[in-house]
T-cell receptor
Framework: DAGVIQSPRHEVTEMGQEVTLRCKPISGHDYLFWYRQTMMRGLELLIYFNNNVPIDDSGMPEDRFSAKMPNASFSTLKIQPSEPRDSAVYFC??????????????????FGEGSWLTVV | GNSVTQMEGPVTLSEEAFLTINCTYTATGYPSLFWYVQYPGEGLQLLLKATKADDKGSNKGFEATYRKETTSFHLEKGSVQVSDSAVYFCALYNFNKFYFGSGTKLNVKP
């Protein structure tokens, strides 16, 4: 099975440019998460979706960030305009609802390889 | 609320030494607990998990036991290798949301 697929793997862009990160979750997974990882703040949850609907975007740093999930197999995270402080690794992850916590194993979240963003 | 606290690193050990990375949590209800590992330049990979109290998760020589009485899920390995050098994240899953610790970097020297 293919894992979570992210693109691009690496991006270097100039301040002020628009950046779009893409993610394909694991087929059949109904939760999709966007995380950001930096040395200073560690791993931060930006937003997550359930069945393509955004559930919690309280981690999105500001209006320059937006995320969409137009269908079950694709999501984007967009930064417009980008700033040097946005430089980080952005991870997409997916998981599947546990239908009955008493009988099935707890969920596992699967991460993509990350998109390494540098804004200069 | 739900949160995870793990020991700060970096942890530096010699090859074949015993490893413990502490992790404690706060949670309502009955969370599942996980350890993830991140090798340089890669994403996080599931290392092991436990879904209820007293369960022991194990994989690749690593073990962790879900201790409800002490709200802990400490990661242990009897003999580390250089290839175990990575960042280890403790995580909690509760009510369809994941909570990660800050990560502990492990350096194993030959």
């Amino acid at each position: 099975d293919a894992g979570v697929i992210q693109s691009p793997r690496h991006e270097v862009t100039e301040m002020g440019q628009e950046v779009t990160l893409r993610c394909k979750p694991i087929s059949g997974h109904d939760y999709l998460f966007w995380y950001r990882q930096t040395m200073m703040r560690g791993l931060e949850l930006l937003i997550y979706f359930n069945n393509n609907v955004p559930i919690d975007d309280s981690g999105m740093p500001e209006d320059r960030f937006s995320a969409k999930m137009p269908n079950a197999s694709f999501s984007t995270l967009k930064i417009q305009p980008s700033e040097p402080r946005d430089s980080a690794v952005y991870f997409c992850a997916s998981s599947k609802t546990s239908l009955d916590r008493g009988k099935t194993p707890g969920n596992t979240i699967y991460f993509g390889e990350g998109s390494w963003l540098t804004v200069v | 609320g739900n949160s995870v606290t793990q020991m700060e690193g970096p942890v530096t050990l010699s090859e074949e030494a015993f490893l413990t990375i502490n992790c404690t949590y706060t949670a309502t209800g009955y969370p599942s607990l996980f350890w993830y590992v991140q090798y340089p330049g890669e994403g996080l990979q599931l290392l092991l998990k436990a879904t209820k109290a007293d369960d022991k998760g194990s994989n690749k020589g690593f073990e962790a036991t879900y201790r409800k009485e002490t709200t802990s899920f400490h990661l242990e390995k009897g003999s580390v290798q250089v290839s175990d050098s990575a960042v280890y994240f403790c995580a909690l899953y509760n009510f369809n949301k994941f909570y990660f610790g800050s990560g502990t970097k492990l350096n194993v020297k030959p």
